[in-house]
């Protein structure tokens, strides 16, 4: 019974170590980051592509401040799609684009954009974009690779550009895009509520406003203020960049390190000089949640940091260099790259690819708060420990009744008290000891069992019977052998009769409830079955502490 114990137990253990508990499966499919926009409120675009499928997966989600993910979109990807964008249009709107463009036409056009928007209010798709190329020559024709996108509310205009020429799309009220073609430099950003279209016309440029919706305004303006009176003959500094702001507009431009920050904020105009860009190639504008202006690095490849300069609230003030631009903790843990989003009350929002343990995982970090998991969606292990648990208690159970039945058996053991040997049998219920006769089997299936000096036959009617074979370890002589010998000890108890059997000799009775131990001595009987107690009771209890421990996890 021990041994089928300490097997069950055995295979329990095995069962439990090798099944699964839940774990989180190996990920079947790799993921990337491709776009985040937004501060507190931000959007976030991975792409997902399994082992053995061509084409992958477009994941769109929103991420509030306090960690919420919300799935916006799930789009399919081909092998079409080259480029994705993502951009805030305020108060929690984002606006999806997807650059499209055949293969097979690749060098000859066919380009398009295709469009989602969504946000709080609902979601809506607007009109895709058909591929118009603009020529770098007669035979020469390229397509639009080049593009930027600016929303706010529900205004949203592209700017598709190739060569020195671009295609300024605007969405009308209508829905509709209203194509504009132009050979001047154009720059598009949004912020305060509304678009902001900048095209360049000699040395300032002209401001549109809103296009497309019945508040449209238009302005020209000058160079940047910051460098005029300087020497002709330096070179002309560049706008990089600009952004809507309420009742107004901002524009960034530079020359070498210095940079310029001039526009109109509420009706008034103002401006920013000595913006010190050293440290920074590609200076672009933007605007924080809280409306605060800062300059930022344009992301061209992938990045692991990236510097920011925030603009005082006023012109004249100190300007500061954003140091919660990546996460304290363990900024470089396994991040491959990073995409840069918008500032907001934690910090900047950036979309981190890591690599951990071998799987790609695309991460969601603001400051110091604590990252988002994006991707992939985990997968786990089927758990057996619910099944397995239970099952540890049949190894138990075998153990606990061998534990009871050498506990009961090293009882009745101890019960017995043999008469001596020159004590005189009494009729009824006693305990004898003796040594087997030479002529051991009575005629009748007795033994015959030698007391003293008289000669006592015991008959075995339903008593337990217990051999020394049962309780000597296999190290010493076992077997019939030597349990029934001449000579060999029995001690048994029973109801002795005096009645005549052949020789007048006394019987004892030996019947069910009764015992009978044939083989070994009382001594040596209760010493070895103390033993097998004690060990039955440490094996129950180890087991218990081994199932506990284990299935404890």
Do not use: N
Not at 266 to 281: E, K
Not at 488 to 495: F, K, S
């Amino acid at each position: 019974m021990r041994l089928v114990g300490l097997a069950l137990l055995a295979a329990w253990w095995m069962a439990w170590a090798v099944s699964p508990h839940g774990e989180a499966a190996r990920a079947t499919s790799i993921v990337g980051a491709v776009a985040v926009a937004g501060g507190d409120h931000a959007a976030a675009a991975w792409l997902e592509l399994r082992h053995g499928e061509k084409s992958g997966t477009l994941h769109v989600a929103t991420v509030e401040d306090g960690g919420v993910v919300e799935e916006r979109l799930r789009l399919p990807a081909g092998a079409d799609a080259t480029g994705f964008k993502l951009v805030g249009a305020g108060e929690g709107r984002f606006v999806l684009a997807t650059e499209h463009h055949a293969p097979s036409v690749l060098l000859a056009g066919g380009g398009w954009l295709e469009f989602s928007r969504f946000g709080p209010d609902g979601d809506d798709t607007p009109p895709r974009i058909d591929g118009q190329l603009v020529g770098l020559g007669p035979d020469q024709p390229a397509p639009l690779l080049a593009w930027r996108l600016a929303a706010a509310g529900d205004e949203l205009v592209a700017v598709e550009s190739g060569g020195s020429a671009s295609i300024v799309w605007v969405l009308g009220a209508e829905a509709k895009w209203r194509p504009t073609r132009t050979d001047q430099r154009v720059l598009v950003g949004a912020g305060g509520g509304h678009v902001v279209v900048y095209t360049e016309r000699g040395d300032g440029g002209e401001v549109q406003v809103g296009p497309g919706r019945a508040g449209e305004w238009t302005a020209e303006v000058g160079p940047p203020p910051c460098f005029a009176g300087d020497d002709p003959e330096e070179r002309a500094p560049m706008v990089t960049s600009v952004v809507g702001l309420p009742g107004g507009f901002a524009r960034l431009a530079r020359r070498g390190p210095v940079g310029c920050v001039d526009g109109i904020r509420d009706g008034a105009p103002f401006a920013y000089q000595h913006v010190p860009l050293i440290g920074i190639g590609a200076a672009r504008l933007a605007v924080a949640d809280d409306g605060a202006l800062y300059v930022h690095e344009e992301q061209e490849a992938a990045q692991l940091d990236q510097r920011r300069i925030v603009l005082p609230a006023r012109p004249g003030g100190a300007f500061s260099l954003d140091a919660r631009i990546v996460p304290a903790a363990e900024p470089f843990t396994g991040v491959r790259y990073r995409l840069f989003g918008g500032a907001g009350r934690l910090g900047v929002t950036t979309l981190a690819q890591r690599v951990v343990g071998g799987d790609t995982q695309v991460v969601l970090e603001r400051g110091d708060a604590a990252p988002v998991s994006l991707a992939p969606e985990r997968s786990f292990q089927p758990d057996y420990r619910p099944v397995l648990r239970p099952l540890a208690a049949l190894p138990l159970a075998l153990l606990l009744f061998s534990a009871v039945g050498a506990w009961r058996r090293h009882a009745r053991v101890r019960r017995l008290a043999p008469l001596p040997a020159g004590v005189p049998l009494p009729t009824g219920r006693v305990a004898v000891e003796g040594e087997l006769a030479l002529d051991a089997e009575a005629p009748a299936g007795g033994l015959r069992v030698r007391r003293g000096r008289s000669l006592l036959t015991v008959f075995v009617e339903g008593a337990e019977v217990l051999r020394a074979s049962d309780v000597r370890p296999r190290s010493q002589p076992r077997g019939d052998a030597v349990d029934v010998a001449s000579g060999a000890t029995v001690v048994a108890g029973g109801v002795v009769d005096p009645g005549v059997l052949y020789r007048r000799e006394a019987t004892l009775r030996a019947r069910t409830g009764d015992f009978v131990l044939v083989g070994c001595t009382l001594a040596e009987a209760r010493a070895r079955i103390a033993r097998r107690l004690a060990s039955s009771a440490a094996l129950l209890a180890a087991a218990i502490a081994l199932i506990a421990a284990v299935a404890a996890r």
